[in-house]
């Protein structure tokens, strides 16, 4: 190949070379193909009104007791006696106590604030907490999947390429109907396993039994499992583990990630948390135990300089009496979104799951899901996610998202309702 000049004129027979792993990936981010083919249609259809139900992005602002605290922290910024610079990489003590008690000890699990780190949301973290392990480990994920978890495994080198869209040596569980969309424990060893309750994509819920025999395959391999409770907040079924921490066992084998964005309208303003039981420890390189505790510290404290003051104060204010039932009110309006959605496809004859205790109905379209979502989006001028975009097992379905006003809703199920 003719490599460029050199600054000079003189020939140049090197070039910086690129991480190769990036070039197993698909050209774009789900997400972001989905925006693109979303942006080419508007282009081309100026005039079209399209309801958004594709990406998981709240709609209705945030609480006013959450603008009330950010407000007044803003204020404080702005006076010299109370001004703030760096806060601490782990989060400041007043939200990690406030989410100790709330998220933890009200359910009779027992978190340390000190185990708490306080970060920009759970996509940084659930792709980030990856680097703490060997690039040989072996992964385990449920397909379909956030395409997150898979990624940056695939960006950090612990993948073979793709072929019939799965990578090598990542172990994949089908989440399909018959295993009720919660696939066991692999028979096989995978060193780390995420798993995501409520599911996204699927909005399947995992019941304590289900949990338990994760948490007694992760204890009898050594393995740890990354569980992503992002949509812990929707659930409502009486009996359903909010945290995977309620399970015996866990804080052995578990780190647990949360998320203030679907929780209380945080997508834009940016904050969630992930738990590293102070106990849990890995294979260091000579064979010693080490703590992912430290080495997520050490991890957070070099990379990362904190979730801005402004934002940890509208976070604990979630927590508060008025944040929390406004919070609720806002989750509770979603899910009877799901619940109208969900109803509209059942009508129309589509196996529809999800939408009770998460914000995806996951509805079966019985072939193509881009070529659906493709219909959809032209006579419907509704976006949705192609099942096939989380993966193999995804193919055939699509995840309609609850995310928007009733009046969109409403809408989109008219529409919906003519194009089926
Ligand atoms: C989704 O639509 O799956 C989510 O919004 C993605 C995310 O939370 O990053």
């Known amino acids: 190949m003719q490599y460029p000049k050199a600054a000079g004129g003189a020939e140049r027979h090197k070039m910086t070379k690129a991480n190769d792993s990036y070039q197993k990936l698909e ?15 508007t282009a081309a259809n100026p005039d079209a009104k399209i309801v958004r139900l594709g990406i998981g992005d709240v709609t209705e602002p945030l609480a006013p007791a959450v603008v009330k605290a950010m407000a007044a922290a803003v204020r404080e910024q702005g006076r010299r006696e109370t001004f703030r610079g760096y806060g601490p990489e782990q989060g400041y003590a007043f939200l990690r106590e406030a989410i100790a008690e709330n998220d933890y000890a009200k359910r009779g699990v027992k978190v340390s604030p000190s185990e708490i780190f306080v970060s920009d949301g759970a996509k940084c973290d659930t792709g980030n907490f990856q680097e703490l392990f060997d690039r040989r480990s072996t992964v385990a994920v449920p397909d379909p999947v956030y395409p997150v978890y898979v990624d940056t495994n695939v960006m950090a080198g612990r993948t073979g390429r793709q072929r019939n869209g799965r990578y090598g040596r990542i172990v994949y569980l089908d989440s399909v109907r018959e295993n009720g969309f919660v696939p066991e424990p692999p028979s096989v060893h995978a060193d780390i396993a995420y798993l995501c309750f409520p599911n996204n994509p699927t909005g399947a819920v995992a019941t304590r039994r289900q949990l338990k025999k994760w948490v007694d395959w992760a204890l009898r391999e050594g393995s740890v499992i990354l569980f992503d409770a992002a949509y812990e907040a929707f659930i409502r079924t009486p009996g359903v583990p909010h945290s995977i921490f309620e399970i015996p066992g866990a804080r052995k084998c578990a780190v647990e990630f949360r998320s203030f964005s679907k929780t209380a309208g945080f997508t834009g303003t940016r904050c969630g948390f992930t738990v ?145």
């Open 27 to 41: 050209a774009s981010y789900l997400f972001a193909g989905i925006a693109r083919r979303v942006q080419e249609y």
């Open 276 to 420: 590293v039981p102070e106990g849990l420890e890995i294979e260091g390189g000579d064979g010693r135990p080490v703590r992912l505790h430290s080495m997520w510290m050490r991890r957070q404290t070099t990379k990362f300089n904190g979730c801005s003051y402004v934002t940890q104060r509208g976070a604990e204010a979630v927590y508060s009496p008025e944040g929390a039932a406004q919070t609720k009110k806002t989750i509770d309006f979603y899910l009877e979104n799901a619940r109208l959605i969900r109803e509209a496809l059942l009508r129309k004859g589509y196996a529809a799951t999800g939408g009770t205790d998460s914000p995806y109905i996951w509805t079966d379209v019985g072939g193509d899901s881009w070529a659906f979502f493709d219909k959809l989006l032209r006579e419907a001028q509704v976006v949705t996610t192609p099942g096939a975009g989380f993966g193999r097992a995804g193919e055939g379905f699509i995840r309609i998202s609850a995310f928007n006003s009733r009046a969109n809703v409403l809408e989109a199920i008219r529409r919906l309702e003519k194009a089926l």
